[in-house]
């Protein structure tokens, strides 16, 4: 038999992912939290790396306006600083968005703007430019961070 759904309600009340994030990290300090491919090479963060990083980018975030109920939009690959930026949101209690790699700019401009979104974070030059096409149609978009070198 399964759960209910006040029985769901009951179990996790209380409980958020950016607390369950914070549990873990306290719990598993020098345990690995994400191991990416770099290359040949493979490459790792603990949890207290992970913790740390999304910490700071949340701080970041937090200096830039960003708070409950913001949206942040996220456009990059499956990397590790998808992850952190994913948590940071949270942590400051906005909604992270991710957008799909191949969405075209009216499809960003669409998501972003539906979504009122403060913030965007891209991975890249292609997905910035992605961004600037839509920029005019997003007049909630306050800031654009970039990850790698433009």
Request: glycine share 8%; charged share 20%.
């Amino acid at each position: 038999m399964g759960i209910t759904s006040a029985e769901l309600t009951e179990q996790t009340a209380g409980r958020t992912l950016p607390l369950a994030f914070r549990d873990q990290v306290r719990a598993r300090p020098d345990a690995v939290a994400l191991r990416w491919l770099d290359g040949t090479a493979w490459k790792e963060w603990t949890w207290a790396e992970y913790g740390d990083r999304a910490a700071r980018l949340a701080g970041a975030l937090g200096d830039l306006g960003v708070g409950h109920g913001d949206r942040v939009v996220l456009m990059m690959r499956n990397r590790p600083e998808f992850h952190v930026a994913d948590v940071a949101v949270m942590l400051v209690g906005a909604t992270p968005v991710s957008i799909y790699n191949s969405s075209s700019s009216e499809q960003v401009a669409f998501i972003a703007g539906n979504c009122g979104a403060r913030v965007a974070i891209v991975e890249d030059a292609a997905y910035l430019a992605t961004l600037l096409e839509a920029r005019l149609q997003l007049p909630e978009l306050r800031y654009i961070v970039v990850i790698d070198d433009v």
